[in-house]
């Protein structure tokens, strides 16, 4: 699953529990999906975090020895 599948997924289960047409047992089980949702996107934003600074590292690097 990618990050913009499992934040459009979360943002489905956020209204739908702001709905207030859910139960308590039904209530346990969307929190627990929305956590692991949650997980995946802070997993997939702290990968694409690390890209990115890599990617700037690189450059910056590059940028020095043409100097």
Known sequence: MNYTEAYEELQQLVQYME???INVDELALKVKRAA???KICKVKLHETEADVQKILKDLDATTNEDE
């Open 19 to 21: 709905s207030g047409q």
């Open 36 to 38: 692991e949702l949650i």
